[in-house]
């Protein structure tokens, strides 16, 4: 999801869990975990997100990521302007004791029924679709291949999108038809940068991901 530079780490996993109580009467490790993640207080650029029981803090990206994010954001912005769901990034979305900071989503435009009780994202539910920039390092590209591809099916958002760079000589991956009991998807599509993919369903259907937004093929 997010990018670095050469001196800083890709991710630091500051606290793992199982979900089984502390002790017989006590909170769910869990919920200490929320605890934690609600208590964090970091640095200028960075984020913190629980995914698959870790805490896992990452800093903000790089040029090139953050060129993809402004594009996309732009462009994905002017698709939906007048209609009833808006493009979002830097926020936090709960599902379950877990949150994550997409690097864009779309929501509803009035989003006051899916912000949580203590004000601190939106649920899950608010989702229609999201997208992750893929960034270098083994732990990034896991992160959001592997690890958040499960953890959005799980929440049943809609459609999922990735933009990676390092995927081949860039790919872009559509996933439609979430399975929260499989923690995966009914249809995966993925195709290289140069080739356009356009939103099948929901209140983005029809907008095109294409070379204005993630260049042309690699090499």
């Known amino acids: 999801m997010t990018a670095l530079a050469h001196e800083r780490p890709e991710t630091m996993t500051e606290i793992r869990t199982e979900p089984q109580p502390l002790s017989e009467n006590g909170p769910s490790l869990d919920e200490v975990l929320w605890q934690v993640w609600k208590a964090i207080e970091l640095p200028e650029g960075y984020r913190a997100e629980i995914i698959e029981g870790a805490i896992e803090v990452s800093p903000t990206g790089r040029y090139s990521h953050s060129q993809i994010v402004f594009l996309l954001k732009e462009q994905l912005g002017d698709f939906l302007r007048g209609g009833d769901f808006a493009a979002r990034n830097d926020t936090n979305i709960i599902h379950e004791a877990r949150a994550w900071v997409p690097d864009m989503l779309v929501v509803a435009r009035d989003t006051e029924r899916y912000v949580t009780d203590d004000g601190i994202g939106l649920t899950a539910a608010a989702v229609r679709v999201v997208f992750e920039v893929v960034s270098p390092g083994t732990r990034s590209q896991d992160r959001d291949r592997v690890k958040k591809r499960r953890e959005y099916a799980r929440a049943g958002i809609p459609v999922y999108v990735t933009i990676d760079d390092y995927d081949g000589q860039g790919a872009v991956t559509l996933f439609t038809g979430p399975r929260p009991d499989e923690a995966d998807w009914e249809d995966i599509h993925r195709v290289p940068y140069g080739t ?11 907008f095109v991901i294409g070379e204005t937004i993630t260049g042309p093929k690699r090499g």
Do not use: C
């Open 196 to 206: 356009d993919v356009t939103i099948p369903e929901g209140p983005a259907k029809g």
